[in-house]
């Protein structure tokens, strides 16, 4: 169903260290096509040990923790034309919801491609592709989450901790690079939580196949199902 053009897991990294914390300054890609996602300065780096420990979710797996002030990464290599298909496992808990401020979890990286999953002002969970296709759903009411979205114009879809899935108009653009946890021009909608896996298919996976990895990331994250 299309191959797998990026895909980071918390198994996969290499740390930069500084006292007893540790910082991730490279996300490596293990679709085998080399997309690493980089953070461009040491302030960029998303956190992974704490005080000697990892970081853990709300289920006690390893995570990758975002700051709401800096953290991001850049894949700037990868380019992903409609249809395309991006999951994420994150932890957006009402804790992280910033005063009422925009967080990107996923964007491209020019001015005019805008195409990007977003927790917006109050905790609603949307993506955009040129036009917002809103998921229903608010995150604040939930802790560990999985967002399944096809991008593919006015068929586009959203599936999200295995409540039915949602169909609308996403928009028709596409994405020249993979900027993770803020906005993809300016140094704004950082993201502030934590997030273990970004999975990008260059396809419109097919609704069994996204039943069957929504279920997997589900059972691993003890994510609770709506």
């Known amino acids: 169903e299309g191959n797998t053009n990026v895909g980071y897991s918390i198994s996969n990294f290499t740390m930069s260290l500084r006292d007893e914390n540790g910082f991730v300054n490279k996300w490596y890609d293990q679709s085998g096509n080399s997309n690493d996602a980089t953070a461009e300065a040491d302030a960029d780096e998303p956190q992974i ?25 850049l894949s700037a290599s990868v380019a992903t034309t409609q249809p395309f298909t991006t999951t994420i496992q994150f932890n957006g808990a009402k804790s992280t919801v910033v005063n009422s401020t925009l967080q990107n979890l996923i964007d ?11 927790i917006q002002g109050e905790g609603e969970l949307v993506i955009n592709h040129g036009s917002v296709f809103d998921s229903g759903r608010d995150v604040d009411s939930f802790g560990e989450s999985v967002i399944i979205s096809v991008a593919n114009g006015s068929s586009s879809s959203i599936d999200f901790n295995g409540a039915t899935q949602v169909t609308g108009d996403a928009g028709t653009k596409n994405r020249d690079a993979i900027r993770i946890g803020r906005h993809r021009t300016n140094s704004g909608n950082f993201f502030n939580g934590n997030m273990s896996e970004l999975l990008i298919h260059n396809s419109q996976l097919s609704n069994s196949t996204i039943d069957t990895l929504e279920s997997n990331i589900i059972s691993h994250y003890n994510i609770t199902e709506i």
């Open 49 to 73: 040990v704490s005080d000697g420990s990892l970081e853990t979710g709300a289920t006690g797996k390893p995570t990758i923790n975002f700051d709401a002030a800096s953290s991001n990464f």
């Open 108 to 118: 491209s990286q020019s001015t005019s491609q805008n195409s990007f999953t977003q």
